[in-house]
């Protein structure tokens, strides 16, 4: 599609990235300290007042043109810096009804008020403290360095994604119409893989979700009189059972499909059989036709199941969420992971083989219902400490991540330090990847001579097609690991008959990277050395870079950053009590891995200080 913008060569945009990021050292502290105050002080969907004023702030005082209450309480910043794309990035900012039982220093102990005015504890279950965090960091890196790119930068803090809604409040506002409209939208989202790994997949790589209200009516009475009663808790119990079959039996083995009974409510007390009882449904699939089959497996069952127990009244159910999968565009999603290929290196970037089932409104923003939706590409950023990733039970990554704590659980827990310095990162080194100029706008550097980064250098401009794979029934072309996703013919060069630039480096799944290997990798011997460790040198220098040996070896115990979080991690004098529950491993800290400098540990505070065991859930 002709307003698609063409990409900066992978090793250009990675070379800017490195430019950007030599201010990062001295930027992040403050992203490190917006995080923690936005962890202690989560907000729930559509109450995002406090968290909107903070993104609002910063990127007024970064330079941009900034707009609140777009869509309730969303912030959009605007920069523009002469002729070229408009990128757009976006983060949301709301958080989850859930008690935190981490045990961090800065864990919340926020309480509000939930939509039916009952108060619930408040918690960043699901990291979106870091998606902003990152969102207006990038937005201050790229401020600072005008001279490395062109274009229109974008900057979206969107409220109540966990409601599903906060995307299409803010399109109704008028975000296009009265911003622009955005030539390719970027995103990014913690994930459960290891802190500072980026994960990949062109396609389909969220599963669509609705959700569904049921409301069963029947006869109340005493209960020691059951048969003058219809007892709805009954009904109920048997609407549960009975859908869990739905899966099982009504859909194809070959497809993904989720049925879950969320919140089932009914009574007042033991000794009363109700008039009534309340459901909520939720389902996930990877396609429209599954989902509507689950929708009418879930309304054929209620009512069948009340009928069957001799309901007078019909129940009520109504669909009161819907939302369609992720589908990233098959070339953006190549240029942004060939970009991540070549500042990263090619251990610190993987593409999944599959689709998760979780759902984001993230693909509103593409407009895809209309004739030309826009491009996005949206990755996951991992999150898990090192310590617990080892620590977990399972023989590979898979089983791995389905034993650590993750996203909605009152135990996630991210490594701050490497998760927000790889987010930050991402998410910029993504945006140069349009806005970057081929040619440099300010006499940077040529890109040093010899590999960028261990393993194969990236290779030529792939030939994918416009339209998604997914959208024509085609392969997904990284579903296997083992085989090109550009299909070439076996024994054919990567860069035969294709420019030299854009390429996508041979797709490596979770089981070829070094990172998730079931110990951490010595640094490599090999002097090639991504670009990001190349920075690092250049900004370190000697004496820092001795540090860092030091920390790798093991030999300091206090961080080298400039930053002293002391006062913002522990201001109330508090040590948290650590949480009662039983997942492996500890929820955060210990030793920093051995590997590259975006590894480093975190800084100094009360948690550092904390004996081990303080640590352990």
Same mark, same amino acid.
């Given at each position: ?441 300010? %006499?940077? *550097?040529?890109?040093?001579?010899? +590999?960028?980064?261990?393993? !194969?250098? @990236?290779?030529? #401009?792939?030939?994918? =097609? /416009? ?121 955060? %800290?210990? *030793?920093?891995?051995?590997?590259? +400098?975006?590894?480093?540990? !975190?800084? @100094?505070?009360? #948690?550092?200080?904390? =004996? /081990? ?5």
């Amino acid at each position: 599609m002709e307003t698609v913008p063409h990409a900066v060569d992978p090793d250009r945009a990675a070379q800017h990235g490195s430019v950007v990021m030599r201010l990062l050292d001295e930027l992040f502290p403050l992203v490190e300290g917006f995080y923690v105050d936005l962890h202690k002080n989560p907000e729930l969907s559509h109450a995002e007042q406090r968290t909107a004023s903070g993104v609002a702030e910063w990127l007024t005082r970064t330079g941009y043109e900034v707009h609140k209450g777009v869509g309730g309480t969303g912030v959009v910043g605007i920069l523009r810096n002469g002729p070229g794309p408009t990128v757009m990035l976006r983060a949301d900012m709301d958080a989850l009804p859930l008690q935190e039982k981490t045990g961090l220093p800065y864990a919340s102990t926020s309480r509000a008020l939930d939509p039916d005015g009952v108060e619930v504890p408040v918690m960043h279950a699901c990291g979106h403290d870091a998606h902003t965090a990152c969102l207006v960091g990038a937005a201050d890196l790229l401020s600072e360095t005008r001279d490395e790119w062109a274009g229109t930068v974008m900057i979206v803090a969107q409220p109540a994604e966990e409601t599903l809604d906060g995307a299409q409040a803010m399109l109704a506002d008028g975000l296009y119409d009265r911003f622009g409209r955005p030539d390719v939208i970027l995103g990014q989202h913690l994930g459960p893989q290891p802190a500072g790994l980026i994960s990949h997949r062109a396609g389909i790589i969220l599963g669509a979700s609705r959700a569904y209200r049921v409301r069963v009516y029947g006869e109340g009475g005493h209960a020691s009189q059951p048969h003058t009663t219809v007892d709805p808790v009954v009904i109920a119990a048997n609407i549960v059972t009975r859908l869990q079959g739905v899966v099982s039996r009504e859909i194809s083995p070959s497809e993904m499909a989720v049925l879950t009974v969320g919140k089932l409510q009914a009574g007042t007390k033991a000794n009363i059989i109700p008039d009534e009882a309340y459901l909520e449904i939720n389902t996930r699939a990877l396609n429209d036709s599954v989902a509507d089959q689950l929708e009418a497996s879930i309304e054929r069952i209620v009512r069948a199941e009340a009928a069957a127990s001799g309901a007078t009244r019909e129940p009520d159910v109504e669909m009161f969420v819907s939302c369609g999968v992720t589908r990233n565009d098959a070339t953006c999603s190549a240029e942004v992971a060939a970009a991540h290929h070549a500042y990263f290196g090619d251990d610190y970037v993987i593409h999944l083989p599959d689709p998760s089932p979780g759902t984001e409104d993230f693909n509103y923003f593409g407009l895809p219902g209309e004739a030309q939706p826009i491009p996005y590409v949206f990755w996951f950023v991992g999150a898990t400490p090192h310590d617990v990733w080892e620590a977990a039970p399972g023989d590979t990554p898979y089983e791995k991540m389905g034993n650590v704590p993750s996203n909605h659980s009152p135990f996630f827990a991210p490594a701050r330090e490497p998760t927000l310095r790889a987010g930050l990162a991402a998410i910029t080194v993504a945006a140069l990847s349009y806005l970057g100029s081929d040619s440099g706008r300010s %006499g940077a *550097p040529a890109a040093p001579e010899g +590999a960028s980064f261990p393993g !194969p250098a @990236p290779t030529g #401009d792939p030939v994918v =097609p /416009d339209d998604d794979p997914f959208a024509r029934g085609g392969a997904d072309p990284f579903a296997d690991p083992l085989s090109d996703p550009f299909g070439r013919p076996p024994g054919q060069s990567a860069t035969a008959g294709r420019p030299a630039h854009t390429g996508l480096p041979e797709p490596n799944d979770a089981y070829d990277s070094a990172f998730l290997a079931s110990s951490w990798p010595d640094p490599p011997q090999d002097p090639a050395k991504s670009t990001y460790d190349a920075d690092m040198d250049a900004v370190m220098g000697a004496q820092d870079e001795e540090l860092r040996d030091e920390w790798r070896s093991g030999k300091v115990e206090e961080s080298t950053l400039s930053a002293d979080m002391a006062s913002i991690l522990d201001d109330d004098g508090v040590t948290q009590a650590p949480p009662q529950g039983p997942p492996a491993g500890p929820s955060y %800290g210990g *030793p920093p891995p051995r590997g590259s +400098a975006h590894n480093a540990p !975190p800084p @100094p505070g009360p #948690d550092d200080d904390l =004996p /081990d065991a303080e640590y352990r859930l």
